[in-house]
């Protein structure tokens, strides 16, 4: 065998072999690497690899995790929870029994989140709607009405807040039960007595006895209902100051009536009842900024009502939630 030859034909492999692992090589770094990187697949497994390292690096403990990490913010939040109800710190074996029952709930969300259990869950639904529609309220809560706000609420609400109104007045008392079918026809008599002795005459000795006041110092409305009924209050209240009238009914007999003050109801001023204007301010805001987030929200959505059976009457849709 010559010996030369073979070295000749092993260097020519060996060349050969070269050139093509070369060309293989360079064609990979060119053209097959270009295209496996083009590749849309490619991209979702690398940023799947690179979210699944970051959950992992941040602990690993999102809803799929079967990792549990208990962080010193919570563990926290656990103790001034225990401390606001019992108005002490817990011991260490609270604490312990605390973080205990923190996993439990924690493992038993998960759980049934994985089996489905949060599904088609009234109470749950209607949690989370809570849960969003607070940030809403956060959102309006932080930012306090101004004066200007303020005042032009109350005056698009002239009736709100109101004073009460006030009466002062003084009265004579007709019995029904000693005067019978008589009431009337006397009533009338006393009344015309009344009026000819002007708003000065001494009621001391006409009329029935009562333990009801003769003369009631101005006072809110709702203290004369509360002695002489609604009723008889709301017909008061109606009545001009400095005549002799009647006779009014309330629901221990008839009364001949002066009404010496009568104080309308009227808007009290805004530093008396900041607190309440407010209050209906960031209420009115909150509606309307839960409006203005339902009608975002609805534009991302088709809904189809279904109509029921004609048998069974056709439920129209409400106005406005469907598109």
Do not use: C
Not at 91 to 110: N, P, S
Not at 166 to 189: I, M, W
Not at 279 to 289: A, D, I, S
């Amino acid at each position: 065998m010559d010996v030369p030859n073979l070295v000749h034909t092993d260097t020519l492999m060996e060349s050969t072999a070269g050139g093509f692992a070369h060309a293989i090589r360079r064609r990979f770094s060119g053209t097959f690497l270009k295209s496996v990187l083009r590749e849309p697949l490619v991209h979702f497994l690398v940023l799947g690899a690179l979210l699944f390292l970051f959950f992992q690096w941040r602990g690993g403990s999102g809803p799929g995790s079967n990792r549990i990490v208990i962080t010193h913010a919570q563990i926290e939040q656990l103790a001034v929870g225990f401390t606001r109800t019992w108005q002490r710190p817990p011991t260490e074996q609270e604490l312990k029994g605390l973080i205990d029952e923190y996993v439990k709930d924690e493992i038993a969300t998960r759980e049934a989140v994985a089996m489905g259990l949060d599904r088609d869950d009234v109470i749950i639904r209607r949690r989370l709607r809570q849960k969003l529609e607070f940030i809403v309220e956060d959102t309006v809560a932080s930012v306090p009405p101004s004066d200007a706000e303020l005042t032009a609420w109350m005056a698009k609400h002239p009736t709100a807040f109101q004073s009460e109104p006030k009466l002062a007045f003084r009265q004579v008392y007709l019995n029904p039960e000693r005067h019978g079918s008589a009431l009337h026809a006397d009533a009338e008599r006393l009344l015309a007595r009344l009026q000819a002795g002007g708003s000065k005459i001494s009621t001391e000795h006409l009329g029935d006895t009562t333990m009801l006041p003769a003369e009631q110092p101005l006072a809110p409305l709702f203290d004369t209902a509360r002695s002489f009924g609604d009723d008889f209050a709301n017909e008061l209240a109606k009545l001009q100051p400095g005549q002799w009238v009647g006779p009014l009914e309330s629901p221990f007999g008839m009364h001949l009536v002066l009404v010496s003050e009568n104080v309308p109801a009227s808007q009290q001023p805004l530093a008396v009842v900041r607190p309440q204007v407010e209050r209906e301010v960031l209420l009115e805001r909150k509606r309307k900024e839960l409006q203005n987030l339902y009608d975002r929200l609805l534009e991302k959505y088709t809904v189809k009502v279904e109509q029921m059976p004609a048998e069974q009457g056709a439920v129209a849709p409400t106005a406005g939630a469907t598109k």
